[in-house]
């Protein structure tokens, strides 16, 4: 690499020193890059897990370094005439577009990350396919145009290219020969890249959690075979690992169910004010999509105008947490054999079935006349959870190739049975959990989603029926 005494010196709590060059701090010290210490990496997860409130100003810049080790690597293991020929030593300026790519390729991310875009945009938007790495590429071109980045129009291009070609293959295609850069961000072909390296190791630590994964080894050992980044053989259970570790932090974490019970109360908050606020009014606009960021909650819950008194009053129960909360009543696992034409479970299917078990059988009837309960769809959210051990693929090592050593020329894949410590053939899991609004309800929705459950599969899947004590639970809520 060039000398970095013109480089910014930033020290990350995960990284340690983390040297940002002059172009790069440009971005950096923008207003709307800045913006990313008001976003929480992990939304509302540090309501359950108090130490997950990192920031995605950190992640970013994480990602940022990763991009630039990663380049150091393969010019240090790879024998490949793009490097011989074109960066010994290696310049910055050749590279700059793949560690832009990693600094900005989360600045498009709405407040409260991931539930912004994946819980309320599609109620608010239906069928609108909006996503925070198509607001990246607007907000490059918003943050180089206000700021006056000296940038060229080539790299400019590449940079966003970089962060949509995951999702848009065909975008790479025009790249040639350096196709493999586009594998270090945002890697659409096996899903390997440093920002899934950035994230599961500062997620896991701010958590608490046991990762399995070490990040060391699988960065050192690589190389480019056939344009395309292979890993050492030798690392093969390493990149198991690193898959089975993001599948834990989805269970553990970023699905646990208070997390997504306090997710789904935040979507109805943001619903809630919308009209007002006009929060989804900005989304393709990044002038006005800057100035959104996690304090819009605490906007909501200091406000005392009366257009927002039912957002306000449930931002309470949220922090109150505890009864405060949408009641998690019950969950399932869907039998494997139905996973793959799996459809999403709605609160309509669970009120239909628990109406229809009213009157199927005399113990229900006698039970719903006990709890003096009736349900409707607003009383219930059900949350369809998808854990995806292969990232989409059939296979978490599909696509993923391997070489013997380092001198090699020869890819090749590995088969996951070959693999020690691998325990199942099934990559993806389906979980259905519903929630009722209100204590009160818990034992009826309950109820309900028993009957939903016999009818779909003529038996229970649930491991356990829902608590007595929590079925009594009257509300308890406080105003204020």
Known sequence: MQPR?????ILDNLHGNTYVDPLSLKFVDSLQFQRLRDIK?????????????????EHSLGVYKLARMTVENLAKNVRVIFFRALVFPLDNRVFQPDFLSGLLHDVGHGPFSHVFDNEFLPRIMPGHKWSHEDMSTRMIDYIVDVNHIDISSTDLKRVKDMILCSKNPSLIEEYNEKTFLFDIVANGRNSIDVDKFDYILRDSRACGITSNFTLGRLMDNIKVIDNEICYLATDAMEVWNLFRTRADLFRKIYTHRKVKALELMLADVLVLSDDYLGISAGVFDPEQFWKMDDSLLKAIETSDVDELKEARELVWRMKRCGQGLYQFCNEYLVPK????????????????CGVRSLYATCHNLLSMQKSGAKI????????????????????????????????????????RQNLSGFYSD??????????????????????????????????????????????RRKSGLIST
């Not at 005494?5 to 010196?9: A, E, I, P």
């Not at 990496?41 to 995605?56: D, E, K, M, T």
Request: glycine share 4%; hydrophobic share 35%; proline share 5%.
């Open 376 to 415: 409707s769809e607003d009383d219930i959210v059900v949350s369809n959870v998808k854990i995806d051990l292969a990232c989409g693929k059939p296979d978490p090592l599909s696509g993923v190739h391997f070489f013997k050593e380092f001198d090699d020329s020869v890819k090749f894949t590995v088969d």
């Open 337 to 352: 054999e139905k996973t793959e034409h799996f459809k999403d479970v709605t609160a309509k299917d669970i009120v239909c």
């Open 41 to 57: 990496q992990l939304g509302l997860c540090y309501l359950v897990y108090p130490g997950a409130s990192h920031s995605r100003f």
């Open 5 to 9: 005494r013109r480089d910014k010196v």
């Open 426 to 471: 099934h990559c993806v899991d389906r979980i259905v959990r519903v929630y009722a609004k209100k204590p009160e309800l818990v034992e009826a929705v309950s109820e309900a989603f028993e009957a939903f459950q016999l009818r779909t599969y003529d038996y229970k899947p649930q491991l356990h029926g829902t608590p007595d004590g929590k079925k």
